[in-house]
């Protein structure tokens, strides 16, 4: 499992107020007698489970190869892009634990005019604002726990090789002209624009501000050429576009007919100098879009183009937000189709995170700042809530409260809750010591079926990139799990001593085995939780990077395995109401305290 673990703030706040206990979890402190004794404790790590081991795929193991968009660096990333790329990771991090070869791509597009006015309004040069915003995003992806493999960036020099080779292929095939284009410009998109997609007064419906009349000496690529072979492409395969409401738009779009357009700006100075005219600049789209393959070049002196492709083109997914489907639907697969090579296998156009009913966006000035969420919340809450509540593909609207209602719920009760007051009992009944292994341990036990069950939904809503209800089945497996501590009660069963204190020491195997297996399951979205649940469960570092999908199995844990001491893997998130009832609860108890006490003390009589 390849992993980047970002140990940020999370780490620190979970060793800090524990989670809410249940008043039944208090009770645990009790001295019960007889415990479960043993005679010498192993030492630790004597009884660890040998987990599945594929620290890298091997070499004939299948590519799944994936890319987000390349970011615009006009300003710093919003959370509408950290969105994209949590969503990726995780779709990464999936494919990984299958044991397959993941290049996950990422980067930044930083040529336009755009980021030309941008530089210029900070009293900087493109290079110095472009190299300032690229690191930002870098960073975020740390804090996130991107785990990306490749990060490309369009004003690298190897970049630039490619866009020329693939250019002049276009060329040499007869899609390139030179004309004159006079139309309305959105300068925000970076796009000339249709009349019957703008609004009133010419507004672009995205930005919302009027396009600007242009009239350029342009290059044009010869787009409307390939109209038949687009409607072809998505009637044979119709998984090309996805989800499927997103195809019915790009067929839509193609129906009307589609026009030429233009690769070329005379009025752009920083971009790509077209190949033989150095009076024009390449457009930052035809720019942009090949980066998804100079992000293969690797460390090439003469980064070549058929080389390029053959380490690692087709890429299996492209995920991006539906405001540009159709760069990547339309026109980047005309390009590629001009250049000789092979289509992605499926482009992915998710909606758009909204704020006050309004898609987040720089350009709208309207964004909600990761930095801050990740800030104030840690990276797993954030990775977590995004990906559980918005149904991927859909929109979704942020709400501050409902982002601590949902983090709180499941992943500090439901599961967090469920590991500390487990291995509380176990500390206290079973000195921190596994009494049998977890596949005796669920003999006959329909729980163990049930789970399994869970395990193969999540797996197959991962696999269909339903990300939201890949977290509700994990969820449902720590529901399980307390009912199933509930209903048995091993807090009692451990005070009658005997077969019941045995059976009751049985039953936290069985739990600890299912918290086990929600790690695993749910890594791919909380990687730092997971490992965390995983340390608890007495596991090394090297074990936890080794485990795999197949780790999800039932069996993992091993009698006489030693547990880590209980502490809390997930701090429960108090908002700011309940930290004012607090000091109102807690002046109100010091100015009652001598009545407490003498009331205390007549009940006590």
Not at 135 to 158: H, V
Not at 463 to 472: D, Q, T, V
Not at 482 to 493: C, I, T, V
Not at 574 to 596: I, M, P, R, W
Request: aromatic share 10%; charged share 20%.
């Amino acid at each position: 499992m390849a992993v980047r673990i970002n140990c940020s703030i999370q780490n620190t706040l979970c060793l800090l107020n524990p989670p809410l206990f249940s008043l039944r979890y208090r009770a645990f402190t009790l001295k019960l007698k007889p415990q479960l004794h043993f005679g010498q404790i192993p030492s630790r790590g004597a009884f660890f489970c040998t987990c599945s081991t594929i620290d890298i795929a091997p070499p004939n193991a299948e590519r799944f190869v994936l890319t987000t968009p390349l970011y615009y660096v006009n300003a710093p990333p919003h959370m509408g892009s950290a969105y994209t790329t949590i969503a990726a990771d995780a779709i990464a991090r999936f494919q990984r634990l299958l044991g397959k070869k993941v290049i996950f791509i990422t980067g930044t597009d930083e040529h336009g005019e755009k980021i030309a006015t941008a530089a210029m309004a900070q009293g900087s040069t493109p290079p110095d604002h472009c190299n300032l915003i690229s690191q930002s995003y870098k960073t975020l992806w740390k804090d996130l726990d991107i785990s990306y493999d490749k990060f490309i960036r369009t004003t690298d020099s190897k970049h630039e090789a490619i866009v020329k080779e693939f250019y002049s292929r276009v060329l040499a095939n007869g899609d390139i002209y030179r004309a004159d284009y006079d139309g309305l410009y959105c300068v925000n998109c970076e796009e000339y624009k249709d009349e019957k997609e703008l609004l009133d007064n010419n507004c672009c419906p995205v930005h919302l501000k009027p396009c600007v009349s242009r009239k350029e000496d342009n290059y044009f690529f010869a787009l409307s050429k390939y109209q038949k072979a687009l409607e072809e492409t998505l009637n044979k395969n119709p998984n090309f576009v996805q989800p499927s409401f997103r195809l019915n738009e790009v067929q839509s779009w193609i129906k009307r007919g589609l026009r030429d357009f233009s690769i070329s700006r005379a009025s752009v100075d920083w971009g790509i100098p077209v190949p033989e005219d150095k009076t024009q600049t390449i457009y930052v789209w035809f720019d942009a879009l090949l980066g998804y393959i100079s992000a293969l070049s690797d460390d090439q002196e003469q980064p070549d183009l058929l080389e390029t492709v053959s380490s690692g083109w087709p890429p299996s997914l492209h995920l991006i937000g539906k405001d540009i489907l159709r760069f990547h639907a339309v026109y980047w697969p005309a390009m590629l189709m001009s250049a000789g090579l092979s289509l992605p296998k499926m482009v992915f156009g998710h909606g758009f995170l909204t704020k006050d009913g309004m898609k987040m966006g720089k350009s709208l000035g309207n964004t909600l700042e990761p930095n801050d969420l990740v800030s104030k919340f840690g990276t797993d809450a954030v990775r977590y809530f995004f990906l559980r509540e918005v149904e991927f593909g859909n929109d979704g609207d942020y709400s501050e409260e409902r982002f601590i209602n949902i983090v709180n719920a499941h992943l500090a009760n439901t599961i967090g809750n469920l590991l500390n007051r487990t291995l509380g009992l176990l500390k206290k009944n079973c000195q921190s010591i596994l009494v049998v292994d977890s596949i005796l341990a669920a003999e006959g036990n329909v729980f163990k079926d049930n789970v399994e069950k869970l395990v193969d939904k999540a797996r197959t809503h991962y696999e269909n990139l339903s990300l939201s209800s890949a977290c509700e089945a994990v969820l449902e497996i720590g529901n399980v799990g307390n009912l199933y501590m509930d209903q048995r009660a091993p807090w009692s069963l451990f005070k009658q001593g005997g077969t019941a204190a045995q059976a009751a020491a049985t039953d936290l195997v069985i739990i600890l085995e299912t918290v086990r297996i929600i790690a695993i399951a749910l890594f791919p979205v909380t990687p730092s939780l997971s490992w965390r649940i995983y340390a608890q469960l007495g596991y090394s570092r090297d074990q936890f990077d080794a485990a795999t999908w197949r780790d999800t199995r039932w069996g993992g844990l091993k009698g006489g395995q030693v547990m880590a001491q209980p502490k809390p893997v997930f701090a429960r998130i108090e908002n700011q109401t309940e930290v004012e009832d607090k000091g109102v609860a807690v002046g109100k108890t010091k100015k009652s305290k001598g009545k407490l006490k003498q009331a205390q003390e007549v009940a006590g009589a």
